[in-house]
Nanobody, 122 residues
Framework: QVQLVESGGGLVQAGGSLRLSCAAS????????MRWYRQAPGKQRELVAA???????NYADSVKGRFTISIDNAKKTLYLQMNSLKPEDTAVYYC????????????????WGQGTQVTVSS
């Protein structure tokens, strides 16, 4: 099994920056893709950014030009650099991983991190 441990959340003023990290560990696995989601109070969980193991990325329109997703495949760690933060970015941010647990056969599984709170004050 795989565990995802997030860190880097906190309180920041509008215009500031934060860097979130998500470290994947556990049994033998290979990453297919990883994503960052966020969920504000009373709102549905939304996709913020996604990245494949080859480095292809996608971003929500609301964060384009401000957020950067990256991955260190050797360390199996996902990052989200958040710049020019706005109060509307306030949410719990969740790490997601789509992995292959198989050694001989392909075994696809999904995992979620516990979430980390990001609060942006005005």
């Amino acid at each position: 099994q795989v565990q995802l441990v997030e860190s880097g959340g906190g309180l920041v003023q509008a215009g500031g920056s934060l860097r979130l990290s998500c470290a994947a560990s556990g049994t033998r696995f290979s990453i297919r893709n990883m994503r960052w989601y966020r969920q504000a109070p009373g709102k549905q969980r939304e996709l913020v950014a996604a990245i494949t193991r080859d480095g292809n990325t996608n971003y929500a329109d609301s964060v384009k030009g401000r957020f950067t997703i990256s991955i260190d495949n050797a360390k199996k760690t996902l990052y989200l650099q958040m710049n020019s933060l706005k109060p509307e970015d306030t949410a719990v941010y969740y790490c997601y991983a789509d992995v292959d647990l198989g050694i001989v056969a392909t075994i696809l599984e999904d995992y979620w991190g516990q979430g980390t709170q990001v609060t942006v004050s005005s």
